[in-house]
């Protein structure tokens, strides 16, 4: 059965994965080229140039598991080039020495669930997800239309083409007119092995060197709600898969010299900042007001949902009080753009299926690197100096500015 991929998102589950209603454009297939085949996808396999990964398939149980799960499923599989193996060590040997375990945890990180047409392809729409069959059972993830509803976390990659060239999790990974299309799938060639992601964003972050000041910041914003009114910010938890469920996000984390460029060097500084506006509860006791100055710049860098406050831009729906979900928020290199980004809703009310929040952020494009600014902010853009760091729940830019609000003076 062939499923084609009608819903566009960068961090939306696809088809019967889909978790949340996707506020983007229809897709518009474009002309790509590719090769179509009457063979199965592993007989194309077996008489490809790819033998490494051919022959770790034959090797492997993968023909089996496919078959248990569904012996009609239409599936999509990365295939590394041979180049790519050997730059990891790997020879027909190795590979023919491995125990068929290890193959198929390597198989299934590059096999997804859903099987690509390339004529449904737009580079005007955010990135195709695709989830893998590879779980892991040490987590959940919430999927499904309406919350309350779990899984064992499922490893994704996600695809688009452009300028010629196939994008794999924002990387430039090898030629459309490589691809074929099969009669029980579909091969995307590649010209690098997939690496599954171990460490989450904080870990990431952390570990980095760089993001000494934005986690430090973010963890004294979230002691001060906990110590003045009695919850948590949980804006560094966010970061984290550490939680009752894994959430998928992407953040613009704001190197140390970031903060320098405004005159921020401590905790004492960010103190300083701060004291300009002091939050303060509101009569029913569990809404806080005028939250703290730090926030308005740093939410830019988390698509300004800080699980804090949200503030409703629906005026036909008037109330104060909202259910606040994001949608999805997994955006690599390729998906900063106006053209896909610039009224997407990053917040919505759940339960009124109704846009809370749009996106605030002005990408402009065109140069060497990808800069962003606040939508109609006179602060000089942040540049994006490093993409597309792929981690546990999420993809890292590393920006060299802070996103300064419209009419923020330090």
Partial sequence: MKLHLLVISAMVLVLSSCTKKEFMPAPIGENIPYQETKKTIQEAMDQSAYTYFATAWRRSNMD??????NPKMAVTIFVPDNKAFEALGYTLASINRSP????????????????????TLNKQTANYLFLTMLDNKNYLEEFGMMNGEYRYYLYRHYMNIENNKVLVDGKISGKPEDIIVGTNGTLIPISKVLIKPVKDMKQTLE?????????S??????LFYQNSFGFKGDQIQRLSSKLDYVTFNSVFAPTDDAFHKVGIYSLADVDKLNSRNVPYQLEDGFTVSNYLVIDSILNNHFWQYSGLYVRNVDQSYVS???????????????????EILGEYATVYDSYFM??????????????PAVKIKVKG???EPATVVESDIHTFNGAIHVVDRLLIPKGFKF
Avoid at 64 to 69: E, N, T, V, Y
Avoid at 207 to 215: H, P
């Fill in 64 to 69: 089996k598991i496919l078959k248990a799960q």
């Fill in 100 to 119: 068929a375990a290890v193959l198929d945890t390597l198989l299934l990180f590059h096999t997804a669930k859903n099987q690509l047409l390339p004529e």
């Fill in 207 to 215: 570990e980095d060197g760089r993001f000494g000041l934005y986690l």
């Fill in 217 to 222: 910041i973010l963890e004294q914003s979230d």
């Fill in 320 to 338: 104060r009080y909202v259910t606040p979900e994001p949608n999805p928020l997994y955006f690599f290199s390729n998906d900063l753009k106006n």
């Fill in 354 to 367: 109704r846009k809370i929040h749009l996106n605030n952020l002005d990408f402009i494009t065109g140069g």
């Fill in 377 to 379: 902010a006179d602060a």
